[in-house]
C-alpha cells in the first residue's frame, strides 16, 4: 500500500506497453523466429547469403586485379575477378569509335540532355516553361551535334556510333517519339471510327505478336526494297524508327488501359461542356488516363531501353556488343563473366533509377483519388 | 424556333463544305481519307518492292524451301542432315523454339509463383532476398542474361575430363550436361499403359468426388486416391513386369561423353536466363494478385471455419487468379518471343535457320522474313487465344 498510490477511477496515468511488446527483441520476433516456417526461412535465408555473398565478395572485390595488361598478368597477379580489361577498353564501352578529337560533341549533347530532363522530371525548378522549351528542341539538337555535317560541325558516320553512347542514343529517341505515337495510336483504338479503330487495331497487334529482333532483321535487309529505286538510308536511321514503332504499339495498349479504366461520365460531361474531340482529348480525357497510366508508361521505357541491346544481332556494337567482341578478344580470353557483369551494373543503375522516378511521380501524383 | 434559324443558317456556309460541318459526314469523310492514304502507301511500298526485285532479276516465290539447306543443325529431334530440304531446317527450328518455350515456361511458372509467394512472407531476410532478386532480374536485359549464362557455361565450367559429376550418371561440364537416356525393354509399355489409365483414372475420379461433394456434401480423399493411381500403380507393374527399363549412362571416350543424352550449353544458356528472367516478372504479378484480393476474404473464410490451406485453395487463389492470368499470358507470350534471341548464341530456333541461315544463303529476304512473322503471329494468337478461353472460365460470373 506504501508505494502504490491510489487514482480515481479513469485517472491513472497510461503505462508503458509489455517490454516483450515493443523494441528490437519483438522486432525479431515477429520478423525472424515467429512460427516454425518463420523460422525455417530465416535458416534458411542465412544460409543462402552465406552461400552467396562471402564467394562472391572474393571473387568480384577482395581477389579481384584492377591493372594489369593482360589475361595472364590477372591470373598471376591474383585468383579472383579481372577488372583490368574494364579499364584498358573504357573509352570503346563508352563511345565505341567515336572519333577520339571530337568526343566533346557526345559529351556535350549529354550534359545537355540532363539539363534537357531537368524541366520534364521536376516541375519546381525556375524558368520551367524556357526549359520545356529547350526539352522539345533537344532531340534536334543532339542529332545535329552527334552527326555533325551542318554549321561547319565534321559529319560523322554513325556507323562509327557505339558502347554507352549508342545504347543512350537509341533508348532517348525511342522514348521521346514513342509517347506521343503510342497516344496518338490508343486514341485511335478507342475511338468510334470504325477504320481508324481497325488499322490502328491491326498495326498494335501485329507489332505485339512479332519478335523485335525480326523487326530489326525487317530493318537490315528488307526495307531498302520498299524505297524509290535508287534510295537508301542510314541503318542506325531505320533501327531507330524501327524501335520506336515496337515500343509505341506496347506504349498504345498500357495508355488504352487507362482510357478503359476512366468512366464514361468524364467523356459525356466533357460532351456536355461543348468541348470538342481534342479539347476533351487534351483537358479532360488524357490527363487522368496518363496518370493512371504512369507505371505502365515508365516499365515500358524500361523495357525499350533494355531491348537496344538486340540491335547486336544485327551487327552495331552497342555497349552489350562491345562486350561481346571484347569477350573473343585473344589477349583478354576468357572474360566473359566480368565483362558481362560490368555491362549488366550498367543497366541495373539506368532501369533501377527509372523505376524508382516512376515511384516517386505516382506518389506526387497521387491525389487521393485511389480506387 | 432555334432549331429553325440553324437550319436555315447552315446552308449558307456553302456547297462542299457543308458536309465538313455535319459530325456523322465528317467522321465519313476521314475514315474515306484514311483508308484511301493507306491503300495509296501500301501500293507506293508494293510498287517499288516490284521495281527493285525487277531490277536485281529477283522473283518472289517458295521453291527454295525444298532445295536443300546444306547446313547442320547440332540438336534436332528429327531425321535432320545438311542435304534435307530448307523446309526440313526451318521445321526443326521450330520444335526447338518450341521445346525451348515449353521448358521457359514450366520453370519460370515455378519459379515466379514460389518467389511472388515468399516475396508476401512476412520474413524479413527472405522477403528482401527475393526482392533483390527481383529487381536484379528484370532490371538487366535478357539478352545480357543469355550471354553471361552461355559465356559461364562455355568459359568458367571446366572441360569433359575434368567434368563435375552428380554421382555416377549426371556430368556438368562446359559441352553441357550429359545424363542417362532410358533404354525401355519390350514389356515396359505394360507400365506405360498403366500409366495412363491412372491419369484417366484420377480424372474420372475427381468429377465423381465433385459430384458427390454437390450431392451430399461428403469429402472424398481425391489427393490419397489420385497419388496411388498415378504414381503407386505403375510402379508396381513396373517391379511386377520385371523392371523393364535400363539406362545407358554417359561414359567418358576419348575427348567427349559417350552414350546418353546430351543437354546442350546453349539450349542451357537460353532456358535458364529467360525462365530467370521471365520468373522475376511472374513473381510482381503473383504478389500484386495475391495483395488484390481482399483482406476481408480471409477473414470471413475464417469465420466459416475454413482452415489456412483451405482458405488459400478455395478463396484466396481462385479470386487471386483471376488478376494474374491476364498480365501471365502476356509474360508467357514475351518468353515465347524472346527466345528468337537464340541467335545471338547459336542455338538453332526458326529465327537462326529460317530467318538466318537460310536467308543469308538463299537471299530470299522478303519470303524468309514474312514466314518467320507469320508464324511468330500465329504462336502469339494461338497462346492468346488458349489464355482468353481460360481466363473466360474463371472470370467472375456476375449477375
Known amino acids: 500500500m506504501s508505494d502504490a498510490k491510489s487514482y480515481e477511477p479513469g485517472q491513472h496515468p497510461s503505462l508503458p506497453p509489455p517490454k516483450n511488446l515493443v523494441g528490437w527483441q519483438r522486432w525479431v520476433w515477429d520478423n525472424l523466429f515467429g512460427t516454425v516456417s518463420n523460422t525455417v526461412l530465416t535458416l534458411l535465408s542465412v544460409y543462402l547469403l552465406y552461400l552467396i555473398i562471402p564467394g562472391m565478395l572474393d571473387y568480384f572485390v577482395l581477389d579481384a586485379v584492377i591493372s594489369a595488361n593482360s589475361r595472364a598478368e590477372c591470373a598471376e597477379l591474383g585468383k579472383g575477378a579481372c577488372w583490368a580489361f574494364i579499364g584498358d577498353r573504357f573509352q570503346v564501352f563508352i563511345y565505341g569509335f567515336y572519333p577520339a578529337e571530337l568526343r566533346w560533341r557526345p559529351n556535350l549533347a549529354f550534359v545537355l540532355l540532363f539539363v534537357a530532363l531537368a524541366p520534364v522530371l521536376y516541375d519546381n525548378i525556375p524558368f520551367r516553361k524556357y526549359g520545356l522549351m529547350f526539352s522539345l528542341a533537344f532531340p534536334i539538337i543532339a542529332g545535329v551535334l552527334m552527326v555533325g555535317g551542318v554549321f561547319g560541325l565534321e559529319p560523322v558516320d554513325t556507323r562509327l556510333f557505339g558502347g554507352v553512347l549508342l545504347t543512350i542514343v537509341i533508348g532517348v529517341t525511342g522514348i521521346t517519339f514513342s509517347l506521343p505515337l503510342g497516344i496518338l495510336l490508343a486514341l485511335g483504338r478507342y475511338s468510334n471510327l470504325p477504320a481508324i479503330k481497325i488499322v490502328c487495331t491491326v498495326f498494335i497487334e501485329f507489332i505485339r505478336g512479332v519478335p523485335l529482333i525480326t523487326l530489326l532483321f525487317v530493318a537490315s535487309t528488307m526495307l531498302s526494297y520498299f524505297l524509290p529505286p535508287g534510295t537508301s538510308f542510314d541503318l542506325l536511321l531505320r533501327v531507330l524508327i524501327m524501335v520506336t514503332l515496337f515500343a509505341s504499339a506496347y506504349m498504345a495498349e498500357v495508355i488504352r488501359g487507362g482510357l478503359q479504366s476512366l468512366p464514361k461520365g468524364q467523356f459525356e460531361a466533357a460532351d456536355a461542356m461543348g468541348l470538342k474531340y481534342w479539347q476533351t482529348m487534351r483537358l479532360i480525357v488524357l490527363p487522368q488516363a496518363l496518370k493512371i497510366s504512369i507505371p505502365g508508361i515508365v516499365n515500358t521505357f524500361i523495357g525499350l531501353y533494355k531491348d537496344t541491346t538486340l540491335v547486336i544481332v544485327i551487327g552495331m556494337l552497342d555497349v552489350l556488343g562491345v562486350a561481346k567482341s571484347a569477350v573473343s578478344d585473344p589477349v583478354w580470353n576468357g572474360l566473359s563473366v566480368e565483362i558481362y557483369v560490368f555491362v549488366a551494373g550498367f543497366f541495373f543503375i539506368c532501369c533501377f533509377g527509372m523505376s524508382r522516378y516512376s515511384m516517386y511521380l505516382e506518389k506526387k501524383l497521387h491525389t487521393g483519388h485511389k480506387r | ?210 459430384k458427390i461433394q454437390d450431392e451430399t456434401g461428403k469429402i472424398l480423399p481425391v489427393l490419397y486416391v489420385s497419388f496411388g493411381l498415378i504414381v503407386v500403380l505403375p510402379v508396381i507393374v513396373y517391379f511386377i513386369t520385371g523392371a523393364p527399363l535400363n539406362w545407358e549412362t554417359p561414359a567418358m571416350q576419348g575427348f567427349n561423353f559417350q552414350g546418353g543424352y546430351v543437354v546442350k550449353p546453349e539450349l542451357i544458356a ?121 481466363n473466360n472460365r474463371i472470370k467472375l460470373i456476375e449477375r
Not at chain 2, 514450366?106 to 515466379?112: Q, S, Y
Not at chain 2, 559461364?152 to 550429359?178: C, D, K, T, W, Y
Not at chain 2, 541461315?357 to 514474312?370: F, K
Open chain 2, 270 to 390: 537460353l532456358t535458364l536466363a529467360l525462365a530467370l528472367y521471365t520468373s522475376a516478372f511472374i513473381a510482381e504479378t503473383v504478389r500484386s494478385g495475391i495483395l488484390a484480393v481482399n483482406y476481408g476474404q480471409t477473414e470471413a473464410a475464417g469465420a466459416l471455419g475454413l482452415r489456412n490451406n483451405r482458405t488459400l485453395q478455395l478463396v484466396v487463389i481462385p479470386q487471386a487468379m483471376r488478376v494474374i492470368v491476364p498480365p501471365l499470358t502476356s509474360q508467357y507470350l514475351n518468353l515465347t518471343k524472346n527466345s528468337s534471341l537464340a541467335i545471338a548464341i547459336g542455338y538453332m530456333d526458326i529465327t537462326a535457320t529460317l530467318g538466318g541461315i537460310t536467308l543469308n544463303q538463299t537471299g530470299r529476304e522478303m519470303e524468309c522474313m514474312i514466314l518467320v512473322m507469320a508464324i511468330y503471329l500465329c504462336i502469339s494468337l494461338a497462346v492468346s487465344s488458349f489464355m482468353n478461353w481460360y
Open chain 2, 1 to 210: 424556333m432555334s432549331v429553325a434559324s440553324d437550319t436555315d443558317s447552315t446552308p449558307q456556309r456553302g456547297g462542299i463544305m457543308r458536309l465538313w460541318y455535319d459530325s456523322e459526314a465528317r467522321q465519313v469523310i476521314i475514315q474515306i481519307f484514311t483508308i484511301a492514304v493507306l491503300f495509296a502507301l501500301v501500293f507506293y511500298l508494293v510498287r517499288n518492292a516490284v521495281i527493285n526485285l525487277d531490277a536485281i532479276g529477283k522473283s518472289l516465290g517458295f521453291d527454295f524451301l525444298f532445295q536443300p539447306a546444306n547446313y547442320d543443325i547440332n540438336q534436332s529431334f528429327l531425321e535432320y542432315d545438311s542435304r534435307s530440304s530448307n523446309l526440313k531446317a526451318a521445321i526443326v527450328g521450330l520444335l526447338n523454339t518450341f521445346l525451348v518455350a515449353g521448358l521457359g515456361i514450366f520453370i519460370a511458372t515455378i519459379v515466379g509463383f514460389v518467389m511472388g509467394v515468399l516475396r508476401l512472407s512476412k520474413n524479413f531476410l527472405m522477403n528482401r532476398l527475393v526482392y533483390c532478386y527481383v529487381e536484379a532480374m528484370r532490371n538487366v536485359p535478357v539478352l545480357l542474361w543469355i550471354l553471361l549464362v552461355h559465356g559461364f557455361i562455355v568459359v568458367n565450367m571446366p572441360g569433359p575430363r575434368q567434368a563435375l559429376g552428380l554421382g555416377e550418371s549426371f556430368f556438368f561440364s562446359n559441352r553441357g550436361i550429359n545424363m542417362p537416356s532410358p533404354l525401355p525393354e519390350p514389356l515396359f509399355w505394360a507400365t506405360a499403359i498403366t500409366f495412363i489409365l491412372g491419369v484417366i483414372g484420377a480424372i474420372v475420379f475427381k468429377r465423381y468426388a465433385k
